[in-house]
């Protein structure tokens, strides 16, 4: 394999002169360019991108490790990251953990081993916590997207779920509903108990008394979805609209809705969240709370750049804004001049 000492041999240069012409590092007559550049296509030249790392201590390379999940919106997301690292010249290592902690601890030192410049970490498991042991071994540069079970040095790029709650919830109480159920994810997540705090902020601004009985806690699945939709189905009175906290909830719920010979949007209503691809295909189309995945990763990927450089900035928390996406899985019940935007 040939190296800059046989380029610079055979052009009659410093091999410094051959480093200026291929990293285009400094100044270089278009003669002596010229050249280096054609003993460089006559040797096949291909530089080393592991001893360019290692001179510089810059691998271009960004870990992110997943803690696994069947729900479409992390996939959404990962896909956004992948092609905003490209756009910046970053490889991108997906390290999935398939909620293990000794994998966990596996894929870390592997990506220690392949000298990441940063990572990016989501977290979809609320049941799994990190040992001490991990928690410590996480000093590279980070941004924590959504959620992280235990507390670090990171930066925080995540949807203002409160917010989105309210909205949801609010949503429904325009369209005329006021016995309204919730499905959400396990409170040991934040962004669950923000989106039931939105609800009852809901709730009490319309004057409708909050029920415990009306909530269902869950996980970000859709079995859990069909599992508790099957229990608002029996009772007695039945809600007549169900705030699932997340599309993948409310997927589940709809299968629950048709085993039991039912119809969304008819006999029941439904709002989701999310926005995934899969929700404008159900039937009818999910009503539902947009946070954009595209957004959540660019600002992820940007602020662990800016990380990356300067190491010393201020740690960060950015909190993005969702939206309604109104569609057909929630019925209007005896309102007038109800307007949305539909998407």
Same mark, same amino acid.
């Given at each position: 394999?040939?190296?800059?000492?046989?380029?610079?041999r055979l052009?009659?240069?410093?091999?410094?002169?051959?480093?200026?012409?291929?990293?285009?590092?400094?100044?270089?007559?278009?003669?002596?360019?010229?050249?280096?550049?054609?003993?460089?296509?006559?040797?096949?030249y291909?530089?080393?991108?592991?001893?360019?790392?290692?001179?510089?201590?810059?691998?271009?390379?960004?870990?992110?490790?997943?803690?696994?999940?069947?729900?479409?919106?992390?996939?959404?997301?990962?896909?956004?990251?992948?092609?905003?690292?490209?756009r910046h010249q970053?490889?991108?290592?997906?390290?999935?953990?398939?909620?293990d902690?000794?994998?966990?601890?596996?894929?870390?030192?592997?990506?220690?081993?392949?000298?990441?410049?940063?990572?990016?970490?989501?977290?979809?498991?609320?049941?799994?916590?990190?040992n001490?042991?991990? /928690?410590?071994?996480?000093?590279?540069?980070?941004?924590m997207?959504?959620w992280?079970?235990?507390?670090?040095n990171?930066?925080?790029?995540?949807?203002? /779920?409160?917010?989105?709650?309210?909205?949801?919830?609010?949503?429904?109480?325009d369209?005329?509903?006021?016995?309204?159920?919730?499905?959400?994810?396990?409170?040991?997540?934040?962004?669950?108990?923000?989106?039931?705090?939105?609800y009852?902020?809901?709730?009490?601004?319309?004057?409708?008394?909050?029920?415990q009985?009306?909530v269902?806690?869950s996980?970000?699945?859709?079995?859990?979805?069909i599992?508790?939709?099957?229990?608002?189905?029996?009772?007695?009175?039945?809600?007549?609209?169900?705030?699932?906290?997340s599309?993948?909830?409310?997927?589940?719920?709809y299968?629950?809705?048709?085993?039991?010979?039912?119809?969304?949007?008819?006999?029941? /209503?439904?709002?989701?969240?999310?926005?995934?691809?899969?929700?404008?295909?159900?039937?009818?189309?999910?009503?539902?709370?947009?946070?954009?995945?595209?957004?959540?990763?660019k600002?992820?990927?940007?602020?662990?750049?800016?990380?990356?450089?300067?190491?010393?900035?201020?740690?960060?928390?950015?909190?993005?804004e969702?939206?309604?996406?109104?569609?057909?899985?929630?019925?209007?019940?005896?309102?007038?001049?109800?307007?949305?935007?539909?998407?």
């Amino acid at each position: 394999m040939a190296t800059m000492k046989d380029i610079a041999r055979l052009a009659q240069v410093s091999t410094s002169t051959v480093s200026h012409v291929i990293n285009n590092s400094r100044f270089v007559s278009d003669e002596i360019r010229d050249k280096v550049l054609a003993v460089v296509r006559e040797l096949n030249y291909t530089p080393s991108a592991l001893a360019r790392s290692l001179k510089i201590k810059e691998t271009k390379t960004i870990g992110m490790l997943v803690t696994a999940s069947a729900n479409p919106f992390f996939a959404e997301v990962l896909r956004s990251v992948e092609r905003y690292c490209h756009r910046h010249q970053y490889n991108l290592i997906l390290s999935y953990t398939d909620g293990d902690g000794e994998r966990l601890q596996r894929n870390l030192e592997t990506l220690i081993r392949k000298q990441v410049d940063g990572l990016i970490l989501m977290c979809a498991e609320s049941h799994w916590q990190l040992n001490d042991d991990i /928690s410590q071994r996480l000093q590279l540069p980070m941004v924590m997207l959504d959620w992280w079970p235990t507390a670090l040095n990171a930066d925080k790029v995540h949807e203002n /779920s409160e917010y989105g709650g309210y909205l949801a919830t609010k949503t429904l109480i325009d369209a005329g509903h006021r016995d309204i159920a919730i499905i959400t994810g396990s409170f040991k997540k934040s962004l669950a108990l923000n989106r039931l705090n939105g609800y009852q902020t809901a709730l009490s601004q319309a004057g409708i008394p909050f029920r415990q009985d009306r909530v269902f806690e869950s996980h970000f699945d859709i079995v859990s979805g069909i599992e508790s939709m099957q229990q608002i189905l029996r009772l007695d009175p039945r809600p007549s609209a169900v705030f699932a906290c997340s599309d993948t909830i409310a997927i589940g719920a709809y299968q629950a809705v048709w085993r039991a010979g039912l119809q969304v949007g008819k006999d029941i /209503s439904i709002i989701g969240y999310d926005n995934i691809e899969l929700a404008q295909y159900l039937s009818p189309p999910l009503t539902t709370i947009h946070q954009s995945k595209n957004n959540l990763a660019k600002q992820a990927v940007e602020m662990l750049l800016a990380r990356i450089k300067n190491p010393q900035l201020p740690y960060r928390t950015l909190t993005l804004e969702p939206h309604l996406v109104w569609r057909e899985s929630v019925a209007l019940r005896g309102v007038k001049g109800f307007v949305v935007t539909v998407s």
